[in-house]
């Protein structure tokens, strides 16, 4: 069992940051694919970052590529998502989730998911 809780979501500027983190407890975490995930009212939600269980393994979206970056501290049970160059069309609820199985951009592989972060820019 992984149990997730994310925070650092806010109203930011458009061009501006915010760093996400996602706390995780449960023995799983540190051998768990991590997953950033968003999704705004009405649309499906759709993969945003991804990292290996050990960190060395990064993949992205293209809509966030070279802006945002996923990292891990296995010591402290936490990931996160930097975002950087925000724009408007980031506004979503930020979810991370864990994937103690597999490597994938596929919501339904991950089976723990946390509450989300709302993150709203502004133009």
């Known amino acids: 069992q992984v149990q997730l809780v994310e925070s650092g979501g806010g109203l930011v500027q458009a061009g501006g940051s915010l760093r996400l983190s996602c706390a995780a407890s449960?023995?799983?975490?540190?051998?768990?694919?991590m997953g950033w995930f968003r999704q705004v009212p009405g649309k499906e939600r759709e993969f945003v970052a991804l990292?290996?269980?050990?960190?060395?393994?990064?993949y992205y979206a293209d809509s966030v590529k070279g802006r945002f970056t996923i990292s891990r501290d296995n010591a402290k049970n936490t990931v996160y998502l930097q975002m950087n160059s925000l724009k408007p069309e980031d506004t979503a609820v930020y979810y991370c989730?864990?994937?103690?199985?597999?490597?994938?951009?596929?919501?339904?592989?991950?089976?723990?998911w946390g509450q989300g972060t709302q993150v709203t820019v502004s133009s």
């Open positions: 989730a864990a994937d103690p199985m597999g490597w994938s951009t596929r919501r339904a592989s991950y089976d723990y």
């Open positions: 449960g023995q799983t975490f540190s051998t768990s694919t």
């Open positions: 990292s290996s269980w050990v960190g060395d393994n990064t």
